[in-house]
C-alpha cells in the first residue's frame, strides 16, 4: 500500500495484477500525492476490499474494466475504469501472436467490437469468452483451452486461471501513460463528486433543520427526497431509499397525487388530513423547461403550527409583566379586606371581571394582582389605557394590522396586544372611553375568543382573560347610550369596586407610612417621619385623587423637607391641595357618608374625636361638621 496527497484527495486501486501494482506505485511516488493500491485475487474480493476503501473515505476507485462495473453497482462513490487504448490493445496482440495464431480474450458481460480489424492486422483467429463472475470466469477459461486456444488474453484473474490450467496467457497491456491519465481523470472526478457530496450535506443539513416533513417526488410519484421530519412523522424507512418503495402512495395513499401534478401550479396553505390527523400543506411543482418533473410537498402538523404561534406571542411578549402583588396592597380597613378578599376568589376564575373605582384607587394594581394568583401568572399581563389613544390608533394597538393595510401600516403587519396577551391577561383600563366602534370590535373578541388584524380575512384564535376597569358608572353611561349593554353584560360578570380613600380613612396612616418608604427610596433620601396629629390633618382631608394624590402630596413635602419633618412645609403644601379643591363633594357630606353609614372600630372614634377637637369640643358644631343630628353623635360617642 502507498499512500501521498493531492488535494486531500485518495485515489483507491484495486487490481489484480502485480505489473500493473508496480507501475501505479511508481507512478505515485513520483508524480500523484495520495494512492492507496490494494491486490486482490477475485472479483468477489474486490467487492470486498472496495466497501472497506469506502468506509475508510476513499474518494474514488480505479481497477479494470470488469472489476470497474462491480465495483459500481456495489458502492456509492465514483469507481473509473482502466481501459486499454488502441496503442495498447496493439502490444498486447502483438504479444500474443508469438503463441500462436488461435487468441481467446475473456471479456466481462459483453463481446468486445472491432475484432476484425485485428485478425486482419495480424492474420489471426480471435474467440471471445464473455464472463460474469469468478465462477463463469473460470468455466470460460477451460472452454478457451477446450476449443484449442493457443493463448489467452485478459487481466490479472484470467492469467490466474489460464496457468491454472496450464494455457498460455498474455496479460492486456496497459502502458505508464493510460495509466497516469486514469489517475488524473479520477482525481478530477474526484474533486467533483466532493464538490456535490459538500452540496447535497449542506441541502440536507437545511432540509433536516426544520421541523416541518418535506418530501419530494418524481413525475412516476416516486420519492426522492425524503427529510428526517418526514420520515420520523410517515414511519419512512432509511434502508428503503431509492427503491420503488418509496413510492408515496405506499406511504401517503391519502394524498392525491396525480391532483396535485395535474395542477402545474402550487397548491399553498391547504388543509388535509393524513393518518387521522390534521396538516397545513404546501405542495409546489418542480418544473425544468417548462415541463413539471416533480412535486416538492410540506406538511406542517396543525399542533405546531399552534405551538409556533405561541412561541411567538410569547417572544413578542416578552416584557408584559405584572409586577404588583396581593400583597403590595396596603391595608387594614374592613372595605379593603373584603375587596382582598374577592380578588382572591375571582383569581381562580377564568371569567371576565370589571373594576369600578374612582382614579388613584389602585384598579390597575388589583388586576395585576389577580393575573399573579391565578393559573395565568406565567403568561404575559397587557395592560392599556383605552382613553389615552385615538379610536384608530386604539384599534391598531388592540388587534394589530397588517402589512398595507393602510399609509403608513409598519412593515410585515403588526401583532396586537390580545395576541400578545395570548395564555395571559389583558387589561382594558378606562374602557367606558372607547368608541362605539371599538366596542363593537371587543365585544366580538370576547364572543368568538378570534382577532382579525385590520386588513385581514383571517381570524387568529387566542387564549386571553379580561379584566376591565372604569373610573365612571357604565350603567350610567349604558343608559345615556355612551356604552353597549351587550359589551357591559360581558364584561359584568365578576364586580370588584375600589373604594376611595376618603371611605376607609382609617388605612390613610399605614398607606403613608409605605409610600414614604417607597418614595424615598426612589428618590435616594432618608424617609421622615410624620407626627401623629398630622396623620389625622391627612385623614380629615377627601383626597379626589385618591392614593395617587396621596403619594404626589407626601413626595412634594420629602423633596422640600431636610431630612425632618417640617411643619410649615407640611401646612404649606396642605394648604395648597385644600385650595385646589378638587373635591366636589364637602367635609359634612363625606362625614355623613361615613360616619352615618359607618360602624364602631372602622376609624369613627378617631374622626369624632379630631372633629370635637376642631369644634372645641362643642357637640353642636361638631355634629353640623359632621352633617348628622347631636343625637347620632351621642349615640355614637356612647356606644362601647
Not at 414 to 437: C, M, V
Not at 497 to 504: A, D, G
Request: neutral net charge; contains cysteine.
Amino acid at each position: 500500500m502507498i499512500i501521498a496527497h493531492d488535494s486531500k484527495l485518495t485515489v483507491g486501486a484495486i487490481l489484480s495484477s502485480q505489473e500493473l501494482i508496480n507501475t501505479i506505485s511508481g507512478l505515485a511516488r513520483v508524480k500523484f500525492d495520495r494512492v492507496c493500491v490494494e491486490f486482490v485475487c477475485g472479483l468477489n474480493e474486490s467487492i470486498v476490499m472496495g466497501k472497506e476503501m469506502e468506509s475508510r473515505g476513499i474518494d474514488v476507485i480505479i481497477s479494470r474494466r470488469g472489476t470497474a462495473e462491480l465495483l459500481r453497482e456495489n458502492l456509492h462513490i465514483p469507481v473509473l475504469a482502466l481501459m486499454a487504448n488502441p496503442l495498447d490493445i496493439l502490444i498486447s496482440m502483438k504479444r500474443a501472436v508469438m503463441f500462436g495464431k488461435r487468441i481467446f480474450i475473456t471479456t466481462f458481460r459483453k463481446q468486445l467490437t472491432g475484432m476484425e480489424v485485428l485478425e486482419e492486422i495480424f492474420n489471426v483467429s480471435i474467440m471471445q469468452g464473455i464472463y460474469h463472475d469468478d465462477t463463469s470466469l473460470e468455466q470460460v477459461i477451460v472452454d478457451a483451452r477446450d476449443k484449442g486456444a493457443d493463448v489467452i488474453i485478459g487481466g490479472g484473474i484470467s492469467m490466474k486461471y489460464a496457468h491454472k490450467y496450464g494455457c498460455k496467457g498474455v496479460e492486456l497491456y496497459i502502458s505508464e501513460e493510460t495509466i497516469a491519465f486514469a489517475i488524473e481523470d479520477a482525481l478530477s472526478v474526484a474533486r467533483l463528486y466532493r464538490q456535490e457530496q459538500e452540496k447535497s450535506k449542506r441541502y440536507e443539513c437545511i432540509i433536516d433543520s426544520t421541523a416541518d416533513a418535506i418530501i419530494s417526488v418524481n413525475r412516476f410519484g416516486i420519492m426522492t427526497t425524503i427529510n428526517r421530519a418526514a420520515k420520523d412523522l410517515f414511519n419512512i424507512e432509511d434502508d428503503h431509499s431509492g427503491t420503488d418503495k418509496h413510492a408515496l402512495i405506499d406511504y401517503l395513499p391519502q394524498l392525491n397525487f396525480r391532483k396535485i401534478f395535474d395542477a402545474k401550479q402550487p397548491m399553498l396553505n391547504k388543509l388535509e388530513k393524513i393518518k387521522g390527523e390534521l396538516f397545513l400543506t404546501n405542495h409546489i411543482p418542480i418544473s425544468i423547461n417548462s415541463e413539471i418533473v416533480g412535486i416538492v410537498s410540506i406538511f406542517r402538523h396543525t399542533a405546531t403550527v399552534i405551538k409556533d404561534e405561541n412561541e411567538v406571542r410569547r417572544n413578542f411578549a416578552k416584557g408584559f409583566v405584572a409586577h404588583y402583588t396581593i400583597d403590595d396592597i396596603i391595608h387594614a380597613s374592613p372595605v379593603m379586606r373584603d375587596v382582598v378578599r374577592k380578588a382572591k376568589r375571582y383569581a381562580s376564575s377564568n371569567s371576565t371581571i370589571l373594576i369600578n373605582g374612582e382614579t388613584g384607587t389602585g384598579k390597575e394594581i388589583i388586576a395585576q394582582s389577580i393575573h399573579n394568583m391565578g393559573r395565568r401568572a406565567k403568561g404575559p399581563f397587557v395592560s392599556i389605557n383605552c382613553a389615552a389613544l385615538p379610536e384608530q390608533l386604539l384599534e391598531n394597538e388592540l388587534f394589530g394590522h397588517e402589512e398595507g393595510a393602510f399609509t403608513g401600516s409598519r412593515k410585515g403587519g403588526k401583532i396586537g396586544l390580545f395576541e400578545l396577551a395570548h395564555n395571559g391577561t389583558i387589561f382594558l383600563d378606562e374602557i367606558a372611553s372607547t368608541s362605539p366602534s371599538v366596542q363593537a370590535s371587543l365585544l366580538r373578541v370576547l364572543q368568538e375568543k378570534k382577532v382579525m388584524r385590520i386588513g385581514s380575512d383571517r381570524l387568529i384564535p387566542i387564549d386571553v382573560r379580561v379584566l376591565a376597569a372604569s373610573n365612571k358608572d357604565l350603567i350610567e353611561e349604558v343608559r345615556s347610550g355612551r356604552f353597549r349593554d351587550d359589551l357591559f353584560f360581558r364584561l359584568n360578570v365578576l364586580i370588584i369596586n375600589m373604594p376611595p380613600i376618603r371611605e376607609r380613612i382609617e388605612d390613610i396612616a399605614i398607606i403613608a407610612a409605605d409610600l414614604m418608604k417607597r418614595i424615598s427610596e426612589k428618590c435616594g433620601l432618608e424617609p421622615i417621619s410624620i407626627p401623629e396629629n398630622y396623620i389625622r390633618k391627612l385623614m380629615r382631608y377627601e383626597w379626589p385623587g385618591n392614593v395617587r394624590q396621596l403619594e404626589n402630596f407626601l413626595e412634594r413635602l420629602l423633596l422640600l423637607s431636610d431630612s425632618v419633618f417640617d411643619p410649615g412645609i407640611f401646612h404649606e403644601l396642605f394648604q395648597e391641595i385644600e385650595t385646589y379643591n378638587l373635591s366636589r363633594r364637602s367635609l359634612p357630606e363625606r362625614m355623613v357618608g361615613h360616619v352615618g353609614r359607618g360602624k364602631k372600630g372602622d376609624g369613627q372614634e378617631t374622626l369624632i374625636a379630631e372633629v370635637l377637637l376642631d369644634a372645641k369640643f362643642c357637640r353642636k358644631k361638631a355634629a353640623q361638621m359632621l352633617g348628622i343630628s347631636r343625637t347620632t353623635l351621642w349615640r355614637k360617642m356612647k356606644t362601647p
